[in-house]
T-cell receptor, first 113, second 112 residues
Framework: ETGVTQTPRHLVMGMTNKKSLKCEQH?????MYWYKQSAKKPLELMFV???????ENNSVPSRFSPECPNSSHLFLHLHTLQPEDSALYLC????????????FGPGTRLTVL | GENVEQHPSTLSVQEGDSAVIKCTYSDSASNYFPWYKQELGKRPQLIIDIRSNVGEKKDQRIAVTLNKTAKHFSLHITETQPEDSAVYFC???????????FGDGTTLTVKP
């Protein structure tokens, strides 16, 4: 499946590192999402972008910083993370609004040491 | 904001039996209710969805029912097979909210 891709697939970082997650969609969609998936909260919405504009920040700590340069690309910049931030980070896209099917990427498995 | 509750959290059935997963939502403005299936190590994928102008929708062994008055919707899987084993997520969204709210998932195990 190549509709929504994410890189890297796995990432191990220390608490003082700075890293970025990348998501790219080839479906012509205009809405993109970041989710955090962990045992504690299976699908936790973090950010929503619609036509490159951020429309939702679900009380996410500032150590997570999203960037959406265009409708096809979405980044999540990470800095000074905590071990409890270790999780699977899923990107998704949908055609325009949220009341349409969301297509998920394979996720980035993040481990913070 | 929207709140979605999903039950049960785990469900184990014998192959060939039926499985039912239920979700309730709080926002009466919600008008789109998808169900996603996530197999182990894979991404969530849509298996069926329903909009608020429809009470029931069926696709082969899978069906979804919606009760707008009671604000609940259910996923029904008949003649379950081992490959139906996965985590199932329900969600609710509306045009104005700009986002979907997901339930906490149900881990379905189908025993051969």
């Amino acid at each position: 499946e190549t509709g929504v891709t994410q890189t890297p697939r796995h990432l191990v970082m220390g608490m003082t590192n700075k890293k970025s997650l990348k998501c790219e969609q080839h479906l012509g969609h205009n809405a993109m999402y970041w989710y955090k998936q962990s045992a504690k909260k299976p699908l936790e919405l973090m950010f929503v972008y619609n036509f490159k504009e951020q429309t939702e920040n679900n009380s996410v700590p500032s150590r997570f910083s999203p960037e959406c340069p265009n409708s096809s690309h979405l980044f999540l910049h990470l800095h000074t993370l905590q071990p409890e931030d270790s999780a699977l980070y899923l990107c998704a896209s949908s055609q325009d609004r949220a009341d349409n099917e969301q297509f998920f990427g394979p996720g980035t498995r993040l481990t913070v040491l | 904001g929207e709140n979605v509750e999903q039950h049960p959290s785990t469900l184990s059935v014998q192959e060939g039996d039926s499985a039912v997963i239920k979700c309730t939502y709080s926002d009466s403005a919600s008008n789109y209710f998808p169900w996603y299936k996530q197999e182990l190590g894979k991404r969530p994928q849509l298996i069926i969805d329903i909009r608020s102008n429809v009470g029931e929708k069926k696709d082969q062994r899978i069906a979804v029912t919606l009760n707008k008055t009671a604000k609940h919707f259910s996923l029904h899987i008949t003649e379950t097979q081992p490959e139906d084993s996965a985590v199932y997520f329900c969600a609710a969204s509306n045009t104005g909210a700009g986002k979907s709210t997901f339930g906490d998932g149900t881990t379905l195990t189908v025993k051969p």
